[in-house]
């Protein structure tokens, strides 16, 4: 489980996760000294921060990097919300508290999730059923195994 970002390197993150794409240690600084003022050292010092955990990869670029996530935002939120679920003595309990906390918008969100995940669910259920069974289901009565036109 990733540990939470921190402030900064949440800040540096977010606008890997929004661009999309491979970003400089440049491009990230310009970005944040629109907001604070902070030095390319620094910068350099997150981002390499954020590679030696796993949270971008790297690849040179003349004598700089170009990084770009590992993940999405999303799988780092759905991994943080797992940790802190997972942790409760009491996991129905934190759900019931934690869906109480959510806005209408967030738990009409959550409602469109559940139905995404029970319409994947099923339709792995049906692909699993329409699935021959075993190596055996390859081959025909005989252990034979089936040719088909063109073979």
Not at 40 to 54: A, F
Not at 62 to 90: C, F, H, I, K, P
Not at 97 to 104: D, E, N, Q, R, T
Not at 111 to 135: C, F, K, S, T
Request: glycine share 6%; aromatic share 6%; charged share 25%.
């Amino acid at each position: 489980m990733p540990r939470p970002l921190g402030e900064l390197e949440d800040a540096v993150m977010t606008r890997v996760w929004q661009w999309n794409r491979p970003v400089t240690v440049r491009e990230v600084l310009e970005d944040l000294q629109q907001e604070r003022s902070i030095a390319y050292t620094t910068v350099m010092t997150v981002m390499d921060n954020l590679h030696q955990k796993g949270w971008v990869r790297r690849e040179a670029e003349g004598r700089a990097y170009r990084y770009t996530a590992v993940s999405t935002r999303a799988a780092y939120s759905a991994a943080l919300m797992n940790e802190a679920w997972s942790t409760s003595d009491n996991p129905a309990a934190a759900l019931v508290a934690f869906f109480g906390m959510m806005s209408a918008e967030q738990r009409e969100a959550l409602r469109d999730a559940v139905r995404i995940v029970q319409h994947d669910d099923e339709a792995a259920e049906a692909a699993e059923a329409a699935a021959p069974a075993g190596p055996a289901a390859a081959e025909g009565e005989s252990g034979e195994r089936a040719e088909g036109p063109g073979r």
